[in-house]
């Protein structure tokens, strides 16, 4: 080829197809560098939860009846791959048992690169089967005199990271510290939590 263009077209004809051949190798390895870098390595979605207010629990070693709205905030920090979550769901636990449970993605549902989005989780009980015993109860009626309760949301879902085969499991802990209105209706103030997401020992998630 090159031996073609020398004869018909001279050294700067071919000085000029030379450098655009170079920069076309640039231009793929750039490329597939910034493909490498945006699908290859996966970052992991950050959960929060920005905002929970419970209006009513009570505890027995049996049973729980409680209203508690859980905002939910979960971040996709990966700038090129979008996220397709299959399942999430929410456990709430208390003293270490579950004593309820919401879908917080039914439906397949995508987020898009870059973006947080913000689930909020209304659920309520008159008496939600727990088996809690003695020492539940125990706990309760402990952290009923402090005035805060420590309960427990456990996310379990499955989502999968734009151009990647793998249903990842998504695990995640957030130990909420929650308090019942006070009689004359002073708010009470959320303080923000941070969720432990766990580590998936899948290959690739
Ligand atoms: C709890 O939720 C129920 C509906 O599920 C409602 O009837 C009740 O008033 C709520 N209680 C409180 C204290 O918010
Ligand atoms: C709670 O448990 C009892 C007996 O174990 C069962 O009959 C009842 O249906 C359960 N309720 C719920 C809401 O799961």
């Given at each position: 080829m090159c031996d073609l263009l020398s004869e018909c077209c001279g050294p700067?004809?071919?000085?000029?197809?030379?450098f655009c051949f170079g920069l076309a190798i640039i231009a793929a390895v750039a490329v597939i560098v910034v493909l490498l870098l945006g699908y290859g390595r996966v970052y992991h979605?950050?959960?929060?939860?920005?905002?929970a207010s419970l209006t009513r629990f009570a505890v027995?070693?049996?049973a729980v009846s409680y209203n508690l709205t859980v905002s939910l905030v979960v971040r996709n920090?990966?700038?090129?791959?979008?996220?397709?979550?299959?399942?999430l769901e929410a456990a709430y636990l208390?003293?270490?048992?579950?004593?309820?449970?919401?879908?917080?993605?039914?439906?397949e549902y995508v987020q898009s690169a870059r973006r947080t989005a913000v689930f909020r989780l209304s659920t309520g009980a008159d008496a939600a089967n727990a088996s809690l015993g003695n020492a539940g109860a125990q706990e309760y009626l402990k952290e009923k005199d402090k005035g805060v309760f420590?309960?427990?949301?456990?996310?379990?879902?499955?989502?999968?990271?734009?151009?990647?085969?793998?249903?990842?499991?998504l695990e995640a802990k957030c130990?909420?510290?929650?308090?019942?209105?006070?009689?004359d209706g002073v708010?009470?103030?959320f303080e923000k939590t941070t969720c432990d997401v766990l580590r998936s020992s899948q290959r690739g998630c």
């Amino acid at each position: 080829m090159c031996d073609l263009l020398s004869e018909c077209c001279g050294p700067y004809r071919r000085f000029v197809l030379g450098f655009c051949f170079g920069l076309a190798i640039i231009a793929a390895v750039a490329v597939i560098v910034v493909l490498l870098l945006g699908y290859g390595r996966v970052y992991h979605l950050r959960v929060a939860v920005d905002d929970a207010s419970l209006t009513r629990f009570a505890v027995t070693s049996t049973a729980v009846s409680y209203n508690l709205t859980v905002s939910l905030v979960v971040r996709n920090p990966n700038w090129a791959m979008s996220v397709t979550y299959r399942s999430l769901e929410a456990a709430y636990l208390f003293d270490g048992h579950r004593f309820d449970s919401i879908a917080a993605v039914s439906s397949e549902y995508v987020q898009s690169a870059r973006r947080t989005a913000v689930f909020r989780l209304s659920t309520g009980a008159d008496a939600a089967n727990a088996s809690l015993g003695n020492a539940g109860a125990q706990e309760y009626l402990k952290e009923k005199d402090k005035g805060v309760f420590d309960v427990e949301v456990d996310l379990s879902g499955e989502v999968q990271y734009q151009r990647h085969r793998t249903w990842c499991k998504l695990e995640a802990k957030c130990p909420l510290k929650l308090q019942l209105p006070t009689p004359d209706g002073v708010a009470v103030v959320f303080e923000k939590t941070t969720c432990d997401v766990l580590r998936s020992s899948q290959r690739g998630c």
